[in-house]
Nanobody, 121 residues
Framework: QVQLVESGGGLVQPGGSLRLSCLVS????????MNWYRQAPGKARELVAG????????NYADSVKGRFTISRDNVKNIVYLQMNSLKPEDTAVYYC??????????????WGQGTQVTVSS
């Protein structure tokens, strides 16, 4: 079964850094785009960053460009989100995501359990 397991969240001061990790199993990791989303209370879930199967292409929300970096390790089946210069506005639950079709099933979104990132002084 598809499993996405996140780690690395926590409490950090403004200007600080965190690295989130998502360990993936249950599908051919190296053939799919991977994404990070986040959701703050009362707000819609938003796409933060995405990465192509080999890591050659990445995309970022305007709010995090220049501060966040998404990367992946296709041997270890891990996708990372390096977050620098963190701001209070970055406070949210961060989710690892893949849009994936199991054999003979419609494609759907799969999500990790989420990891809380809190940026506060």
């Amino acid at each position: 079964q598809v499993q996405l397991v996140e780690s690395g969240g926590g409490l950090v001061q403004p200007g600080g850094s965190l690295r989130l990790s998502c360990l993936v199993s249950g599908f051919s990791f190296s053939t799919y785009d991977m994404n990070w989303y986040r959701q703050a209370p009362g707000k819609a879930r938003e796409l933060v960053a995405g990465i192509s199967p080999t890591g050659s292409r990445t995309n970022y929300a305007d709010s995090v460009k220049g501060r966040f970096t998404i990367s992946r390790d296709n041997v270890k089946n891990i996708v990372y989100l390096q977050m620098n210069s963190l701001k209070p506005e970055d406070t949210a639950v961060y989710y690892c995501n893949v849009y994936y079709a199991r054999y003979n099933d419609p494609a759907r979104d799969y999500w990790g359990q989420g990891t809380q990132v809190t940026v506060s002084s």
